[in-house]
Every structure is written in structure tokens, then in C-alpha cells.
């Protein structure tokens, strides 16, 4: 059961063959079981435990409230929930419990969904390897399975087998790790730069950056406020759709969303695909791009040419500039939006009283980590005023050029990019943190970011398993609101590729369920 798509859980719920309480013990269970993937900073068992009896409840009376009744989801820690602490893996937030729900959160609770827990992340989601939180790194689920052990050998007999374990991405790390070890149906995500495609494509699943406004910012913790965007991860493309029309729509909260009415959709099972043109661009064959990566992008563009597609090369020119004006746009919003913590309204305070500057100074230096402290610095230097001509507006005029770089190539007829996610398959830890946050954000954020700092719709789509059995997935990008469209091709794609299931003996011994799809791998 813990392996079905949510259309099947809540067929199963509706029939009776399980009951929401069962399903919230069984996720519970397994929360606790694969506790050492540290996926989770809170889990909010009882608040869950009574959510799923008042599922029950609706279920017993006919009554249910869509699709996500009953169904068992988790939320980053980096959005409020009302009576549930939040954190952002930060000292800084430490024992700090909103009063209030984020709208996120609150359209998938008015849904009947079970919230289980907040899930771990980088500190106030600057990282891309969910390792640099205080709660400590999260652990890729694929580390553990059986695909992995059979390619990975020790390097000597002495080598510690649990030292071979390999990052989830991040910075929504812990949620990617949720949905890949089935201890969730689905989870958010945000992204801001590629914080949830980056981990989706290294633990397996579906990751989607919905277009920037179409869903409600309000209660997500802001790092970047004209690039964040809440993320939705699944575990097939059709899940992520369920959950976008759970969440899309105007929130008067949020004066970016939308003014129209969005209609949920159900996606089409698309058989013909000869009517899409399908760009390429080759600017994504970026420095540090791996072999094999390479071959499943050229393989992926094969196979929608050989089904009829229009498949042709474009061009995106200013994609080199991305990262360099990303980072600086980024640490500047940075900088103004950490100066709210200052230990006077919320979140941690320092013991220090000489005077009121000493104070702000001290709960600054203890509360964020050198990462945070690092981007604060970073921002305040390109906001001075003799840098602000020369940093910030002009990487806003970049900004300008990339985003029409992707008008252009989707009014030549373009209706999806293709392109890779991440540059290599998920690292070991061991070897990820040999490099400072900000040189692997650089690296890990070059194919996901500029999509960002367009606003437009991107999902990545789990697509084969490396040489050393682990998960590599490709990008497809939208045009601004078309998440129809997008979600459509990437249905059709999974279905081609079939992604195998990650086989975790944590998950067979809790396993009852009549769902076992096993899928094979015919993509590799």
C-alpha cells in the first residue's frame, strides 16, 4: 500500500481495504524504522494520529473532502505550521512554533491530508546537499537499497560500510528523502534555485517548481522572495499534479499568486506526441557535466524524435552569465530578508546585555551558521551604495536577458526544453563536503536556477540509474502557466523510461499492501 499512487490510496480508503489510521500508523512505523536517513526534524505523531481519525470519520460517513483525505504528506521545515515547531534547521528558530498556518499548508490540511511531520533541510535553505542544517545531513534512501549495494564495493575490507552513504541534494533534502522511502505519499518542497529538482533527480522521484505565482508564498520562511516558488515532490508525475490542484490559485495573503480562478486538472495518457517540439539547448552542456548524463539526455531526445516529436537545438545565450547574477541577486534579498531576526520579536535571543547593538550582534553570531552569515555578508557588500549600480542593477538587467532568452526559443514554436537536472549522480558525503557550501551551490544550481529567475514551470523526472546504481533525472521546462502541457509530456516520459522501484528491506518488512508495482528498468 505504501508503494501506490494517491488516486490508488484514496480508491482504497473510499473501498474500505485500509483505513486512514491504519495508513498514518504505517507511515509512522516506517518514519521510525528509517529514522537514521534523518529525514525528519519533527514528527508530529499525535497531531497526525487524530487528523487521520477525523479522515476516518468523513470516509465512515461518505463524506470525504478529494483526493488527499487520509493521506499522509509532510511540509519542509521551512514553512509555518500552527502548533508544530519551525525551524529551518536554524538555532535561530529553534522552539519557535508559528500562530498560523502557511497557505500551503493549510489548502492541503482543508483537504483532509494528514500532515505528518516537517522534514530537514540546509540552514534556512541555503545549501544544495541538505547537509549544512543544525539537525545534521540527511541521508539518501538509494544509499540503502539494493541497487546501490550490489555496484558499490568497499574500497579496502576495513572501510566502514556505512561510510559509503550519499547525500539527498537539497536543500529539501529531508522531503525528497520522505517520498523516496515511502514514509509519505508526497511532501513540499521550495525551490528558489533548484531546491527541489536538485533532490528529486538524486533520490528518484518527481520534483516540480510550479511557475513562479501560481501558488501562495505566504508562511514559507522567504530566502529569495521574487524567485521562491513551494515545490511538490511525488512519486509519479500524476501525484504531483493532484497535489498542484490542491495548491494553485489566488491567495489574497500573497500579492504575487494569480488573480484567475485555477481549474485542477486530471493529465491525459498522451499517445501521440508528434504534435510537441521539443528544445534543446545547448548551453546545458555545461563544464562538469558526466558522460553518462550526457548519454541519457541524448538518449531521451532520441526517443521523443523517434516517436514523432519535433526534437531541434536552441539556444540560450545568456545562460553563462546565470549563476554569477543568480548569486548576487540571491545574497542581496538574503541580506535584507534575515535582518527581521534580530532576537527582539522571535526566535532564539542572546544572554548579551551590554547594550542593545551588542545584543542584535550576539544572537546573529549565535543563532545562524557561517553559511547564512556568509550570504548576509555577501548581499550587504552588493547593496552598498557605490556597488549597487554595478552589482545589483545590473545583474537585475541580466536577470532581464535570460528570462527573454526562453520568450524567444518558446515563440519559435518550442513548447518544452529538455534538459538535464544535476551534473552527476548524488555524491558521497564524505567527498560532497570537501567543498564549501558556496562553490557546490554554484555547481549543483547551474542547470536548475535560471529557470527560477524566469518564473517558469520546470519538473524533474527520475529517468535511469547510474553505473553505480543510483538515481539521474531530466528537466523539462514549461512556458509560464502551462503546467498542463508540461505535466503531460513528463507523464508520457515516465511512462517510456519506467524508473525501477528502490528496493529497501526497511520498506518490505512493513510492506502489507496489494500495490506492488514492480517496475523494471529499460532505460539504463
Request: charged fraction near 20%; hydrophobic fraction near 35%.
Amino acid at each position: 500500500m505504501l508503494r501506490a499512487s494517491l488516486r490508488e490510496v484514496s480508491a482504497a480508503l473510499k473501498e474500505g481495504h485500509v483505513t486512514a489510521t491504519e495508513l498514518c500508523q504505517r507511515c509512522l512505523s516506517l518514519i521510525k524504522s528509517t529514522k537514521f536517513l534523518n529525514a525528519y526534524i519533527t514528527v508530529a505523531e499525535e497531531t497526525a494520529l487524530k487528523q487521520a481519525e477525523e479522515s476516518e470519520k468523513r470516509y465512515r460517513r461518505g463524506q470525504p473532502l478529494g483526493v488527499l483525505d487520509g493521506i499522509p504528506i509532510a511540509v519542509k521545515d521551512n514553512f509555518n505550521t500552527a502548533g508544530i515547531e519551525t525551524t529551518c534547521a536554524s538555532n535561530m528558530l529553534k522552539g519557535y512554533v508559528s500562530p498560523y498556518n502557511a497557505t500551503v499548508v493549510q489548502k492541503l490540511l482543508d483537504q483532509g491530508a494528514v500532515l505528518l511531520g516537517k522534514t530537514n533541510l540546509d540552514e534556512f535553505a541555503m545549501g544544495s546537499g541538505s547537509t549544512d542544517g543544525v539537525f545534521g545531513p540527511v541521508r539518501n534512501p538509494w544509499s540503502y537499497s539494493r541497487q546501490y549495494k550490489e555496484k558499490s564495493v568497499p574500497k579496502s575490507h576495513s572501510e566502514d560500510k556505512d561510510a559509503n552513504w550519499v547525500i539527498t541534494g537539497g536543500s529539501s533534502g529531508g522531503s525528497a528523502a520522505a517520498v523516496s522511502s515511502f514514509t509519505c505519499f508526497a511532501a513540499l518542497g521550495s525551490d528558489t534555485g533548484g531546491s527541489t529538482r536538485n533532490p528529486a533527480a538524486h533520490c528518484g522521484v518527481v520534483g516540480l517548481k510550479p511557475t513562479y505565482g501560481l501558488i501562495s508564498r505566504h508562511g514559507l520562511i522567504p530566502l529569495v522572495n521574487s524567485m521562491d516558488v513551494p515545490g511538490i515532490l511525488t512519486r509519479c508525475v500524476d501525484d504531483a499534479a493532484v497535489v498542484l490542484g490542491a495548491l494553485a490559485g489566488h491567495d489574497p495573503k500573497d500579492s504575487t499568486t494569480i488573480q484567475d480562478n485555477f481549474k485542477p486538472f486530471e493529465l491525459p495518457n498522451l499517445t501521440d506526441v508528434s504534435k510537441f517540439s521539443i528544445g534543446i539547448p545547448k548551453e546545458y552542456h555545461a563544464p562538469g557535466l558526466s558522460s553518462e548524463i550526457l548519454a541519457l539526455w541524448s538518449k531521451a531526445a532520441d526517443l521523443f524524435k523517434n516517436a514523432g516529436a519535433k526534437v531541434i537545438e536552441v539556444s540560450l545565450p545568456h545562460t553563462r552569465y546565470s549563476i554569477v547574477c543568480y548569486h548576487v541577486l540571491c545574497t542581496a534579498e538574503v541580506a535584507s530578508n534575515m535582518a527581521r531576526f534580530d532576537g527582539l520579536e522571535y526566535g532564539h535571543r542572546s544572554d548579551m546585555n551590554k547594550s542593545t547593538e551588542s545584543m542584535y550582534a550576539a544572537t546573529r553570531r549565535e543563532g545562524f551558521n557561517d553559511v547564512v552569515r556568509g550570504r548576509i555578508l555577501s548581499g550587504n557588500y552588493f547593496l552598498l551604495k557605490q556597488n549597487y549600480e554595478n552589482y545589483f542593477i545590473k545583474a537585475q538587467k541580466v536577470r532581464r536577458l535570460i528570462a527573454n532568452d526562453f520568450v524567444k526559443v518558446f515563440r519559435s514554436g518550442v513548447d518544452i526544453l529538455l534538459t538535464p537536472t544535476t551534473l552527476s549522480d548524488a555524491v558521497p558525503y564524505m567527498e560532497f563536503i570537501k567543498e564549501d557550501n558556496r562553490t557546490r551551490s554554484t555547481q549543483d544550481d547551474i542547470l536548475t536556477q535560471a529557470a527560477n529567475m524566469a518564473g517558469l514551470p520546470a519538473i524533474n523526472v527520475p529517468t535511469a540509474l547510474s553505473e553505480r546504481g543510483l538515481p539521474v533525472g531530466l528537466q523539462f521546462i514549461g512556458r509560464s502557466f502551462q503546467e498542463k502541457q508540461l505535466l503531460t509530456v513528463a507523464k508520457w516520459f515516465e511512462k517510456q523510461v519506467k524508473f525501477p522501484m528502490i528496493q529497501l528491506e526497511e520498506v518490505k518488512r512493513h510492506e502489507h499492501g496489494v500495490f506492488q508495482h514492480q517496475k523494471s528498468a529499460s532505460f539504463s
